[in-house]
């Protein structure tokens, strides 16, 4: 950012992030940025895609998961045979779980004064359900990008996401949608996040159960990572 400032002095900017980098983005502007430096450029809006604001479901399990022994194995031995892919196991995924300190900081952190901001989801995202892009303060958006199992990653090229784009960057509203639309969202989104959720209880069981020596106290943990009506609990927990 200082960069650009530099090379374009006194021209508002726009940021445009994608899923994790929405988060990143975020941090970086209400944690690291100072709205008052003068060696920064002005923002004129931000502008997110697919960015779990309130946590993904994957990253939670994979947190839980990650907090017993066995799946501690399997999460260190898909990272050896997978090494270019996100470590699942790694900080930045367990950043991403629900309710982690991370994100507790950064959603009790409020936006520069003057940056409009714009929250975009793909109705039929399976690595961030819609519902968990939602973002206080900003226009919440659902577009549709079909691309079989990986609406994530074609939603910043979609035509509909593009649109939304050109509407936020111009400070303008968003594109009204039907009612029928509007409950459509809201419904896959919600079957994607409880369905997700349920196996991520059920992974954390399994490999919960077959630990020899379980810690005692990782069910008292659990509420800090995994929404309570999620977390399927043993009597005398």
């Known amino acids: 950012m200082a960069r650009i400032e530099t090379a374009n002095p006194g021209v508002p900017i726009d940021i445009v992030a994608h899923s994790q980098g929405g988060l990143v983005a975020r941090s970086a502007l209400t944690d690291e940025g100072d709205a008052t430096d003068p060696r920064l450029p002005e923002i004129n809006s931000l502008v997110t895609l697919g960015s779990p604001h309130l946590g993904a479901p994957a990253a939670t399990a994979l947190t839980v998961v990650g907090q017993t022994t066995v799946g501690e194995a399997v999460i260190t031995g898909a990272h050896a045979l997978l090494p270019r892919m996100i470590d699942p196991g790694g900080m930045s995924v367990q950043q991403m779980a629900e309710h982690s300190d991370f994100l507790r900081r950064l959603n009790h952190r409020p936006l520069p004064a003057g940056v409009k901001a714009t929250s975009i989801a793909a109705r039929e995202d399976l690595a961030v359900p819609a519902g968990q892009t939602r973002l206080t303060g900003a226009d919440n958006v659902t577009v549709s990008a079909p691309g079989v199992l990986n609406d994530h990653g074609r939603l910043p090229g979609s035509p509909e996401t593009q649109r939304e784009i050109a509407l936020a960057v111009d400070k303008r509203a968003p594109t009204c949608q039907r009612l029928g639309d509007a409950v ?22 399994a490999t919960r159960g077959s630990d020899k020596k379980p810690d005692t106290t990782l069910d008292r943990k659990l509420d800090d990572v995994l929404p309570a009506s999620t977390v399927p609990r043993r009597s005398g927990s």
């Open 184 to 205: 459509a969202d809201a419904a896959v989104s919600g079957l994607i996040y409880a369905n997700e959720s349920a196996l991520g209880g059920a992974a954390w069981l």
